[in-house]
């Protein structure tokens, strides 16, 4: 054959050879491109419905919250996983402390006069419970306090109460009663969400209209009893069982405010407003659902994969709490846990990506790098934090948490599907595919405990005491569900268990009150600690 026909030959099988390269790349890309566009609006539509004003917000054990489990347990049998709930479905129903409740049984009747609960009296909050019946009364009309001390911003109405209880205790009186003949409104109510400690007797509030039943000291016939209420959360649970030893699990919260009916909103409005959490967490729930569907059909088999969407984490991490205290499998076998919270406004000029947990295992290290072509990656080494895999955290599992960042709609009526950033969702999702990628080839995960989580959201505080709040707690005061090592509550002797009440001067009974009494003191400051061990009160000296 002549050279220059042999040369033709081979050129043109060159040609057909780069020609078959170039026609496979085009199909990747263009297979690359289906996905990409088929998962943009899966996203867009699982936010759109869990975001819709028809689920009033999602609140915890709401008609809303039943609609977007219903939505997301039927997400999770499309994709082909199995539910490990309750009975084999896909839920798991907890129950959630929601305050205090006034029995239905309540009497109180001046001589033959029976008054209607709400409309003419009412138990205050912290009121001791009570039936009897009595003369052995006070009556303490609160004008008189109110008018002189009406240009008094340091009145404060509840610490006057609380003395005039003391005094009615100390002179063997049964019941304090209430009312107000002024036209200065005290702002007394039934607060189901007080958690101020119980008064020695009954404390009721009357309507001043009643005042004059009480002439001549008449006998009243007192029944009051003040209940724990609840309300049932649901976390969705979807499973692929691949036979393996060691479980992966991946997590978002999709309840949300409601109408902020639990007074975690920052709206400042009087109308109610229908709070749809678009970020705060449809995305990270949209997120769950198609990683869920990814994983169905990986091929990734080393390990199961568990799939959760909480309910109860803007009350107080109740769904992730409930899981990892009543989960289907024993919590050593998992071997690590991702949190997706508020991952659908990663801003398109800094893609700044937040990623907690960094410090759980010396793995990450390995895996994750700062220096990422696309994110701007800010590591937070701490395990604990405000959102669910804090509850993973306390059982010694691996975590890393994913956010893009707070915004001026968090927790507002405001936070909506229109204002998702669905590309910028999309490379927090791949970012986290190849993180599970790469473990699957990997044994499990070694776990490192971290130093205590610096302060996070609005509130900075000077100093720290090193515990672990449970936020499920519904006694009064702070219940420790961890102690951070080498911290001042370690070296004071703070146990997991105790339930601290008073730090210095300041008692407090929640954890909002236990933050505002942190704030007053500075670092080197020493004071005492009054907690409850069991039955024992204890007072430790404590350093900051």
Not at 40 to 46: D, F, R, S, Y
Not at 76 to 89: I, P, R, W
Request: aromatic letters at 10%; proline letters at 3%.
């Amino acid at each position: 054959m002549p050279r220059r026909i042999v040369n033709f030959a081979v050129r043109r099988n060159h040609m057909k050879y780069i020609s078959g390269i170039l026609l496979l790349l085009a199909q990747a890309v263009c297979a690359q491109e289906a996905t990409t566009t088929a998962l943009t609006t899966g996203l867009k539509k699982h936010i759109g419905y869990l975001a819709d004003d028809k689920l009033e917000g999602r609140r915890t054990g709401s008609k809303g919250e039943r609609l977007a489990y219903t939505y997301i347990s039927k997400a999770f049998k499309d994709a082909g996983l199995q539910g490990n709930g309750d009975n084999k479905t896909f839920i798991q129903a907890f129950e959630v402390h929601d305050g205090k409740a006034i029995s239905a049984d309540s009497r109180f009747r001046i001589g033959k006069n029976n008054l209607k609960l709400d409309d003419d009296y009412f138990p205050l909050s912290n009121s001791a419970d009570g039936a009897f019946k009595s003369n052995a009364y006070t009556v303490i009309d609160l004008a008189e306090q109110l008018l002189a001390n009406a240009a008094n911003p340091h009145f404060d109405l509840d610490e006057y109460i609380q003395t005039s209880v003391k005094t009615a205790v100390t002179q063997g009186k049964s019941a304090l009663l209430l009312l107000n003949n002024s036209t200065i409104k005290d702002n007394l109510s039934f607060d189901s969400k007080d958690k101020k400690l119980r008064t020695e007797i009954p404390v009721i509030y009357l309507q001043k209209k009643y005042a004059v039943l009480l002439t001549g000291n008449p006998e009243i016939n007192v029944n009051i009893h003040i209940g724990e209420k609840s309300r049932t959360g649901h976390n969705v649970l979807g499973f692929i069982d691949n036979h393996a030893e060691a479980t992966i699990i991946l997590g978002a919260h999709y309840d949300h405010l409601g109408y902020g009916e639990d007074h975690n909103s920052l709206y400042a409005g009087s109308k109610p407003m229908i709070h749809n959490g678009a970020d705060d967490n449809a995305s990270g729930t949209a997120a769950l659902i198609e990683l869920a569907a990814w994983l169905k059909k990986s091929g990734l088999k080393k390990y199961n994969y568990q799939l959760i969407a909480f309910s109860g984490e803007e009350l107080g991490l109740f769904g992730s709490k409930y899981f990892t205290e009543h989960a289907p499998y024993n919590m050593s076998t998992v071997n690590y846990m991702i949190n997706m919270d508020m991952i659908g406004r990663l801003n398109d000029s800094t893609h700044g990506l937040s990623i907690g947990g960094y410090g759980t295992s010396p793995a990450w290290s390995g895996i994750m790098k700062p220096d990422d072509p696309f994110f701007k990656i800010r590591f937070d080494s701490s395990g604990s934090g405000p959102s669910d895999h804090t509850s993973f955290y306390r059982k010694d599992i691996p975590v890393l948490f994913f956010f893009t960042g707070t915004h001026a709609d968090y927790h507002k009526p405001s936070d909506d599907a229109n204002k998702i950033n669905l590309g910028g969702e999309l490379a927090v999702i791949n970012y986290i595919k190849e993180i599970i990628t790469t473990t699957n080839s990997r044994e499990k995960l070694a776990f490192t405990k971290t130093k205590e989580a610096a302060s996070s959201g609005k509130n900075s505080f000077k100093v720290s005491l090193g515990i672990m709040p449970d936020y499920t707690f519904s006694g009064a005061g702070v219940l420790v569900d961890g102690v951070s090592e080498g911290k001042a509550a370690q070296k004071a002797g703070i146990k997991t268990g105790d339930v601290l009440i008073q730090l210095g001067e300041h008692v407090f009974t929640d954890v909002q009150s236990y933050m505002g009494a942190l704030n007053k003191f500075n670092k080197g400051e020493s004071t005492t600690v009054k907690l409850k061990r069991g039955t024992t009160e204890l007072t430790l000296p404590i350093t900051f």
